[in-house]
């Protein structure tokens, strides 16, 4: 049976062979890739390394190859959101898995380990300030799997509903795992929970300035609430669609978070890029057993 052929409008490759939004070739992507939202972070992951053999950046798309340790790595900024997030998965699984002359699907499956490194806000009273973890599973509170066809084991369909109905939420929210190999890297010596992604961040993460948010006060709600995966630990804008899209696409996923702002104790950290150095060194000491 031939291979469907991807039209051009479908999956577009610029006139110098490099995919349309990361504006890079298959040859500049590691097997290993750090992902990061702000494009600002990722020279300083990359300073770190013992070779950098590209450097490419389109919007707010940045990524610097190189190698540290014998070992290649990709690190890739998304900007904020799920939406790049998606954007960002789909062309990094494409620049891997499909053949750009014949436009098909390559019938042997390349996996990446992708290891988020962000910043992340806490819900929990007792996680101190400037703590470092590593999500089990993230909650999304967008309505990105909306759009994708996507088999919820029961385990986490479960967790959906009650969601759903404790929030009295107008959409069906969902709810991803993280990669159980790349977690076990970070587990023992490492905060971990259940991370809640927001579609924004003031009124989607319950903050009130001059609007009032509609669903109120459910930071505290979901802190409360237990899972089969651990209680919600912290709350951000990317984790449960690089969870979600990593597992659609077949690729390994964890996120780690630098809490640098506690919503339960109405504190935010005085030095936070301090916190996100430690968090980036804390990752490329372990990189070589990803």
Not at 44 to 49: L, V
Not at 92 to 119: P, Q, Y
């Amino acid at each position: 049976m031939a291979q469907r052929r991807i039209p051009e409008s479908e999956l577009i490759i610029n006139p110098n062979g490099r995919i349309y939004h990361l504006n890079l070739s298959p040859e500049m992507v590691a097997d290993t890739v750090i992902v990061v939202g702000d494009p600002d972070r990722v020279p300083k992951i990359s300073c770190h390394f013992d070779k950098i053999f590209h450097q490419v950046s389109n919007r707010e798309l940045v990524t610097h190859t190189g190698e540290l340790g014998g070992k290649h790595i990709s690190v890739i900024s998304s900007g904020m959101g799920t939406d790049n997030v998606e954007l960002l998965m789909t062309e990094l699984d494409a620049l891997v898995n499909v053949d750009f002359e014949s436009r098909t699907v390559r019938r042997k499956h390349r996996r990446l380990k992708v290891i988020r490194i962000g910043t992340s806000g806490c819900m929990q009273a007792d996680i101190p300030l400037d703590s470092l973890l590593v999500s089990r599973a993230a909650l999304g509170l967008d309505t990105l799997m909306s759009f994708y066809e996507r088999h919820t084991r029961e385990e986490l369909s479960v967790v959906e509903n009650k969601i759903q109905r404790l929030l009295k939420l107008p959409f069906k929210p969902y709810f991803a795992q993280g990669s159980d190999r790349l977690f076990d890297l970070f587990g023992e010596e490492l905060h971990h929970g259940v991370t809640v992604t927001a579609p924004g961040f003031y009124a989607p993460q319950g903050r009130e300035i001059r609007l009032k948010p509609a669903i109120g006060d459910f930071l505290s709600t979901l802190a409360d609430t237990k899972t089969s995966f651990g209680r919600f630990t912290n709350f951000e804008m990317e984790t449960a669609g690089y969870y979600a899209m990593g597992e659609l696409l077949g690729h390994e996923m964890i996120s780690l978070n630098a809490l640098i702002a506690n919503r339960a104790n109405q504190t935010f950290s005085k030095d936070h890029e301090q916190t996100v150095e430690q968090l980036i060194r804390l990752v490329l000491d372990r990189i070589t057993y990803v």
